[in-house]
């Protein structure tokens, strides 16, 4: 299902592409605004798991929702959180997320990937 997120009006700012048909090079950075529901749906999903280890191998900033510490352990990165995976557990939480964007990526992450 695609969802979107709401906006602090109100405004539903609808999402434009599914986890499995945008995979996470083609972004920046990337949030995951679960719910526990969600969470677990989405932690059965191979394309969900690569979204998240794509996201992380490629030293992206990741903003998560509490819940979705659940994909993050199931895709096999959950130990291995550092400071470019920020916890957005109250509003206040994105404007710290945005400014760390400003480095497009987390460099320090590229030596603790592992390449295969």
Not at 31 to 59: I, M, N, Y
Request: glycine share 10%; aromatic share 8%.
């Amino acid at each position: 299902m695609i969802g979107g997120v709401q906006a602090s009006d109100g405004t539903l700012i609808e999402a434009q592409q599914k986890i499995n048909g945008g995979p996470s090079v083609l972004y920046d950075a990337v949030t995951l605004l679960l719910s526990p529901d969600g969470a677990k749906l989405l932690a059965q999903e191979a394309t969900a798991r690569d979204f998240v280890v794509d996201a992380f191998a490629h030293a992206k900033f990741i903003g998560y929702t509490q819940p979705a510490t659940a994909l993050f352990d199931k895709a096999g990165v959950g130990q291995n959180l550092d400071a470019a995976c920020i916890s957005l557990g109250k509003p206040a939480d994105a404007a710290g997320f945005i400014k760390a964007c400003a480095a497009l990526r987390f460099w320090e992450r590229e030596s603790r990937v592992s390449v295969v």
